[in-house]
């Protein structure tokens, strides 16, 4: 089976600052991995997805990911914040034989003016 | 393109009461997936469907019921509502089953046991 594990359940950081989002992962085989956004009262938006091609991922609004594989961590960064990067991030694993997929508990990002 | 839709969108319901949560998507997808999403636990997964007329249980699939009869709606039924099923639902689609398909998510279905 897999699992997720998001460090800290609120992160705060200054406009402008480096944003540091923790995800590991436990899977006994090659995982999928996912980072998705969700603003408040609406759904989940896919950021950038990992799926075995290169380790560092660029996703949408500035976003990037680097699958490590020996930290067994997805860890989601972005050189600088912007007010409107406040919301809730999942990250997320699947397999390719799996038809499940495991997400995280969250962290919820606020960006102080 | 309208995407994943799910209605209603708010609802409070008295314990006991059975009702049914609406799916719908336009993007031909065949995976299509339900989860609850509760303060500090994350999204987890109720029931899913790998295309019409099959469907398998997640990990929290107890007091819900679901069929697909189409590739385009899966329903999620609530059998007799419970305090406990107090939540937001998320209904979610991919292009097919396999892992390494991203999902496309609906707007949730806020709902309130009383």
């Known amino acids: 089976a897999q699992s997720v594990t998001q460090l800290g359940s609120h992160v705060s950081v200054s406009e402008g600052a480096l944003v540091l989002l923790r995800c590991n992962y436990s899977s006994s085989v090659p995982p999928y991995l996912f980072w998705y956004v969700q603003y408040p009262n609406q759904g989940l938006q896919l950021l950038l997805k990992?799926?075995?091609?290169?380790?560092l991922v660029k996703g949408i609004n500035g976003f990037e990911a680097e699958f490590k594989k020996s930290e067994t961590s997805f860890h989601l960064t972005k050189p600088s914040a912007h007010m409107s990067d406040a919301a809730e991030y999942f990250c997320a694993v699947s397999v390719w034989s799996g038809n499940q997929f495991y997400f995280g508990t969250g962290t919820s990002l606020t960006v102080i003016p | 393109n309208a995407g994943v839709t799910q209605t209603p969108k708010f609802q409070v319901l008295k314990t006991g009461q059975s009702m049914t949560l609406q799916c719908a998507q336009d993007?031909?997808?065949?995976?299509m997936s339900w989860y609850r999403q509760d303060p500090g636990m994350g999204l987890r997964l109720i029931h899913y469907s790998v295309g019409a007329g099959i469907t398998d249980q997640g990990e929290v699939p107890n007091g819900y019921n679901v069929s697909r009869s189409t590739t385009e709606d899966f329903p999620l039924r609530l059998l007799s509502a419970a305090p406990s099923q107090t939540s937001v639902y998320f209904c979610?689609?991919?292009?097919?089953?396999?892992?390494?398909?991203?999902?496309?998510f609906g707007d949730g279905t806020r709902l309130s046991i009383l």
């Open positions: 979610a689609s991919s292009y097919s089953g396999g892992g390494n398909q991203p999902q496309h």
């Open positions: 993007m031909n997808h065949e995976y």
């Open positions: 990992y799926t075995s091609a290169a380790t």
